[in-house]
């Protein structure tokens, strides 16, 4: 069975590239090449322009600043490499794809070298257009020798082939746990949500708080990661290679690490890796599909909301209600997503603080019904809103059955919006100090913005419905134009400003930006309205018969 | 044959989907309270004839009506009366056996005891009552299947449309289904159309027999007189030579 692996890898390939299909090899070499006369003579080129040309700034300061840069640059690059290989692979947990292989004699260590290899040539190139953006501005200030360059991009090259290794080796560990049991595809889901989060987080980070992130980073503290011996090694050959006469040991303070020490480091780690990898991966991570948590769950008595919702709604929309809310809350990829942008609603306006040093009632109300609106579309739209064809076809065959569906979908998602609006809300009634009055606007705010983009996302995948498949092109459409929606709805006011006063009106726009209230009304109200016209459209075009 | 008291008429009912014709002028009548099987190989038209008698698929050409109602313009009323178990299960898998029948039974429109008595008596009938609390992400695809069936018959249609009901379950089960469909066709009056790959199921249970081909509906009438027509001893020999799919050995191995 030798040679499984580069099946497999080659499989892997025309995944990642599917984009491509029929130029795949073409457009794979071209990139290539394009991305090595990027590497060798443009990026050099246009960085040295705008770092002494444009930006004037002196070789000194440049050297002061590089290890800090260098280290925020490559773990960067690291968690990158490391999250969203993971954060896709998890999406597409599928037993039946593991039966097919291990039918075929296919070992677990194979299937690791395998996809890392599919997976090394694409990721790669993202590093073939992206290290000389860090290299190439110190080399030229620096007028490190084309050996020295060498030696940079060569240890670039093995933080990053180590930290695809070892970002597959936890991908084949996670899936060998979690393909086994029927919770399995939920919980990578939600895992995948979680870790792209994670990945997000340091660039935002690098926005907000760039001087600050290089001043920690520089900390000896972050001598325990692997990232930081890369960082550091890279530094180190630029200074030993230098050109202008920079004294070897200058930086010896600030990088903790002898150089030597670095190589040791790093050689050792990633020679750690490999090994541990091809080892553990036949006899930890045997992928067997009968194995594995193979608890069933099962349901328990409904808890007082559920009852209350049964005694409101006695009749039949109740029973759809209740069973839509059980339904929502046992997909744990929900609860991920509805935490994850829970957590930006609650702190983005705080971020906008650090950055703008002003808090009031209007911006902050603005934030809030922006990231609940966006919620609205993540959490309560889009992916959940059915499970497979099959399942439309079931509710298809019901009289007027979509309707009810649709209702019954609504007024779920009302019921789950209601804590949810309250809690951003109120935070800042807190922070802010707010009056009653105050209060209920703020709520009131961010109740409706939720509500309109949860109405704006299930109306866009009603539309087209995309199912469970949260890989394919048709629910990245869905999504996006569900976000350019609610983001568009937010803006809109501004559309109307400038047509109004094209048309002479300039008046009715100035009336209505004299009062605050006014003024944010115009902002919040046209997403709910969207929200309504969208979900009548999907909702006509899902009961429409083919 | 009884004439009078027709349940699905169908007339010159048509459907393509681009360039391939799915089902090509269909002419059809079940009496009321018969039990009618449709038999075809793989790509016939027995899922898309389905779908357009139960509304959830518009006829590209011709016209049917079930229990009276037009499937064009009565759809609403037409999904009433009938009950679909579709061809491949898509069922909720975060919700229990109870949960999902309760859900179904709310899209049409019940609730309360009347609900819960059927779910209950349902479920023991098919064996599940052990499971019900189970959620079905962790049912085997036979127990779903039941949990389908259960669903089909909730409302309790005076049509049922069964796609390939037996595809799934073991062979006890399929005896069970048997048994169910034949009960509820004596007490009830319920029309049975069943699409089915099983010629003994559909002998055993079915008074109407049609073989679909290509979309047309090539043969129809009870299962004796077709297999007499066809000059064969059994259904499988008959529909083996209307449909005309002789199996040619040296052709099997050619890929070798
Ligand atoms: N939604 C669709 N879009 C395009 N073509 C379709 C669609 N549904 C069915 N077809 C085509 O219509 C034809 C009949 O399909 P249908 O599913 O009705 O066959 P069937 O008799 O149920 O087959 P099987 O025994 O395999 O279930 C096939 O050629 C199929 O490819
Ligand atoms: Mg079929």
């Known amino acids: 069975m030798t040679g499984n692996w580069f099946h497999i890898a080659k499989a892997e390939f025309q995944v990642q590239t599917s984009g491509f299909k029929a130029y795949r090899m073409p457009i794979a070499i071209g990139f290539s090449v394009l991305g090595i006369i990027w590497a060798l003579i443009i990026a050099p080129y246009v960085m040295a322009l705008v770092l002494t040309e444009t930006l004037g700034i002196p070789q000194s300061v440049l050297v002061m600043v590089m290890p800090g840069l260098m280290r925020a640059g490559i773990m960067f690059i690291w968690v990158i490499l490391l999250i969203l290989p993971l954060s896709n692979a998890l999406k597409e947990v599928k037993i039946g794809q593991w039966e097919i292989l291990l039918s075929n004699n296919v070992r677990t260590s194979e299937i690791l070298v395998g996809s890392f290899a599919g997976k090394l040539s694409v990721y790669g190139l993202y590093v073939l257009y992206l290290a000389p953006l860090l290299v190439a501005p110190f080399a030229e200030a620096l007028e490190v020798s084309p050996a020295g360059q060498a030696l940079m991009y060569i240890t670039i090259f093995v933080v990053t082939v180590g930290t695809i290794w070892l970002s597959q080796l936890i991908v084949t560990a996670i899936q060998s746990k979690l393909a086994a049991s029927p919770r399995g595809k939920d919980l990578a889901n939600a895992l995948a949500i979680a870790l792209s989060f994670v990945a997000i987080l340091p660039l935002v980070g690098l926005q907000l708080f760039a001087p600050l992130m290089s001043e920690i980073l520089g900390m000896n503290v972050f001598l325990i990661f692997p990232f930081t011996w890369g960082a550091d090694l890279v530094t180190q050959m630029a200074v030993v290679f230098n050109g202008t006469g920079l004294a070897v040991g200058s930086l010896d303070a600030t990088l903790g690490f002898h150089w030597s020490i670095n190589v040791l480091l790093l050689g050792c780690f990633s020679v750690a890796l490999v090994v541990l990898g091809l080892l553990s991966a036949d006899r930890l991570f045997t992928i067997r599909v009968s194995t594995g948590t193979k608890s069933t769950r099962t349901s328990h008595n409904e808890n007082l909301a559920l009852r209350g919702v049964r005694r409101v709604a006695a009749g039949s929309f109740g029973v759809l209600v209740v069973t839509g809310l059980k339904d929502f809350g046992r997909k744990a990829q929900n609860l991920s997503r509805l935490t994850l942008l829970m957590l930006l609603a609650l702190t983005v306006p705080i971020f906008i603080y650090i950055r703008a040093g002003e808090f009031d009632l209007t911006s902050v109300n603005i934030m809030i019904s922006l990231m609940l609106g966006f919620l609205g579309v993540q959490v309560f739209g889009g992916s959940g809103f059915l499970e497979s064809k099959d399942q439309l076809w079931t509710i298809q065959a019901a009289p007027q059955g979509v309707r009810r569906y649709m209702q019954a979908k609504t007024a779920q998602s009302i019921l789950l919006i209601v804590p949810v609006a309250l809690l951003p809300a109120g935070l800042y009634t807190v922070l802010l100090g707010l009056e009653p009055g105050q209060i209920f606007f703020l709520v009131s705010n961010s109740f409706v913005s939720c509500v309109g983009g949860a109405l704006v996302g299930m109306g866009i995948a009603a539309n087209n419905p995309t199912y469970e498949d949260t890989k394919s092109g048709a629910y990245t459409t869905n999504n996006l134009r569900a976000m350019g929606l609610v983001a568009v709805s937010f803006m809109w006011h501004f559309i109307a400003d400038m047509v109004l006063s094209m048309l002479g009106f300039s008046a009715v726009m100035n009336y209505i930006w004299e009062s605050q209230t006014l003024s944010i009304l115009a902002q919040i109200i046209p997403l709910p309205i969207v929200g309504l016209v969208v979900v009548s459209i999907g909702c006509h075009r899902l009961s429409n018969r083919e | ?256």
């Open chain 2, 1 to 256: 044959m009884k004439v009078e008291n027709l349940s699905i008429i169908a007339d010159g009912l048509a459907k393509s989907f681009g360039s391939v014709n799915a089902v090509n002028g269909l002419d059809l009548n079940v009496p009321a309270g018969t039990r009618f099987a449709l038999l075809g190989p793989n790509g016939a038209g027995k899922t898309t004839t389905v779908r357009m008698l139960s509304g959830l698929m518009k006829p590209t050409r011709g016209s049917a009506s079930v229990c009276g109602y037009d499937i064009i313009s009565q759809k609403d009323e037409v999904k009433a009366v009938t009950g679909l178990l579709p061809e491949t299960p898509g069922l909720y898998s975060k919700l229990s056996a109870t949960e999902f029948l309760e859900f179904i039974g709310a899209l049409n429109r019940l609730y309360g005891d009347a609900l819960h008595d059927r779910i209950d008596a349902l479920l023991s009938i098919l064996g599940l009552e052990g499971r019900r609390d189970d959620l079905l992400e962790s049912y085997s695809s036979g127990m779903k299947q039941k949990v389908l069936i259960a669903s089909t018959l909730l409302h309790e249609p005076s049509v049922v449309f069964l796609d390939e009901p037996t595809s799934r379950v073991d062979p006890s089960a399929s005896l069970l289904v048997k048994e169910l469909i034949l009960a509820l066709a004596e007490e009830t009056d319920t029309t049975f159309f069943i699409c089915t790959h099983m010629t003994s199921f559909a002998q055993d249970i079915c008074d109407i027999i049609g073989i679909l081909n290509d979309g047309e509906l090539v043969t129809v009438g009870p299962p004796d007189s077709v297999v007499e027509a066809a000059g064969a001893y059994s259904l499988e020999e008959a529909y083996l030579k209307i449909v005309g799919r002789r199996v040619d050995r040296a052709a099997l191995l050619a890929w070798r």
